[in-house]
């Protein structure tokens, strides 16, 4: 039942009860988020169709809506993508190639072995498909080169940004950035200080909620964001709710509409209920990580291995689990001995108390100065 308020809204608001999921599939607005559209190149083909095809359903009846600093803010961003991209194959793959040495050289009298024609075939076939493997790859670096002009993604999302681009008026951006001072200063959502290390579009949120703000209903907000700015979360870390603030003043300003905040993997089971297991789990698998500062991390750990474990499996995602708890929220205004701390703490969290405190004190101020000194120069 919807509860139709006209009464005082700033003592409303506090008892105010959102809509639920159910009503908000049928009356809501969606907005979607610069890391959605971004997620499209972390995607399988598969899963980018079917996050398309709910989105185009909605555009179709005019409950879509992309603001004009979204779609900047992934222009901005899609060639640091494309260009992370190609990092990563050549970090995760072309930087692990090892061509083994030739049977001859370890095994000099090979020939005189009984079936050695059948060992040499053997490598002649490993090498070939060696080579044409290492070949295949160096290709798949130079078409994605090709992307920052010629991008199937932004290809299949041209036509969903064209007919849902939202943007504010002059008069309402010009207000922008005395309301972002204002907020910052009192700490409100979206402003609290998760992004308050950014020295670029440190304005970004609160343009994206100015946005928000003005639509004229409903509002489901899809976004991989999980940071204090936007939603509350468990000890686990686990989202429960938009912020409550964020929720009041949309009230407030909307003359009492709901606002939610949801994952993409969240939006498509709810729009679509049948949606595949393996898209699910695609959806599922994008963590909302700055990747430059994940795989900064993620090398520290595996050279100074706090844990002595990396050096036993070689596994270069030994630490993953562990790196991504300790960027989360870190910004340039954490200090060494908070980034010490937060090692620490993670060390004990995924092994126990006797590893955290065996951590040899140089590796750890070594860790923490130069994570320190990444996020200082961002």
């Given amino acids: 039942m919807t509860i139709e308020y006209a009464g005082n809204h700033s003592i409303d608001k506090h008892f105010f009860k959102p809509k639920s999921l159910e009503e908000l599939k049928k009356t809501a607005t969606v907005v979607v988020d610069t890391n959605v559209l971004l997620a499209a190149y972390q995607w399988k ?21 992309i603001p004009s600093h979204v779609v900047k803010e992934f222009m901005d961003q899609r ?16 930087s692990k190639f090892q061509k083994m040495p030739n049977l001859t050289s ?13 060992y040499l075939d053997f490598e002649k076939e490993y090498f070939l498909t060696f080579n044409n493997y290492k070949k ?23 036509q969903l940004i064209l007919s849902c681009y939202y943007e504010l008026d002059e008069n309402e951006m010009s207000k922008i950035e005395e309301e972002v001072k204002e907020r910052s200063k009192k700490k409100t959502p979206p402003l609290t200080g998760g992004d308050s290390g950014k020295k670029e579009n440190y304005q970004g949120d609160y343009i994206i909620w100015k946005h928000i703000l ?8 899809v976004t991989t964001d999980t940071k204090e700015d936007w939603v509350i979360k468990d000890h686990h870390g686990n989202v429960l709710s938009a912020r409550r603030e964020l929720i ?3 009230f407030e300003v909307s003359e009492g509409r709901s606002f939610t905040i949801m994952s993409p993997k969240e939006f498509v089971e709810l729009f ?55 960027i989360t929220n870190l910004t340039s205004k954490t200090n060494k001995i908070q980034i010490e701390k937060k090692i620490r703490l993670t060390i004990e969290k995924y092994f126990d108390k006797s590893t955290a405190s065996n951590i040899p004190h140089d590796k750890l101020y070594i860790m923490s100065e130069l994570i320190y000194m990444y996020l200082s120069n961002k």
């Fill in 45 to 65: 083909e598969v899963t980018l169709i079917e996050v398309k095809d709910t989105l185009s359903n909605l555009s179709n009846v005019h409950r879509l809506k």
């Fill in 248 to 250: 009041e003043e949309f």
């Fill in 136 to 158: 295949s790859i160096q290709e798949i670096i130079s078409q994605i080169r090709r992307f920052i002009n010629i991008d199937p993604v932004l290809d299949s999302l041209e």
């Fill in 214 to 221: 003005k639509i004229g209903s409903d509002v489901i907000f």
């Fill in 106 to 118: 370890i095994v000099p009298f090979i020939e005189m072995l009984p079936e050695s024609k059948k």
């Fill in 79 to 94: 060639p640091k993508k494309i260009v992370e991209m190609n990092q990563k194959i050549e970090r995760e793959l072309l």
């Fill in 272 to 326: 679509k209920p049948e949606v595949d297991i393996d898209i699910v789990e695609d959806l599922e698998s994008i963590p909302e990580i700055h990747s430059d500062l994940f795989y900064f991390v993620r090398d520290l750990f595996n050279k100074y291995d706090p844990a002595g474990v990396y050096s036993e499996t070689l596994l270069e995602d030994e630490y993953d689990a562990e790196v991504d708890d300790i």
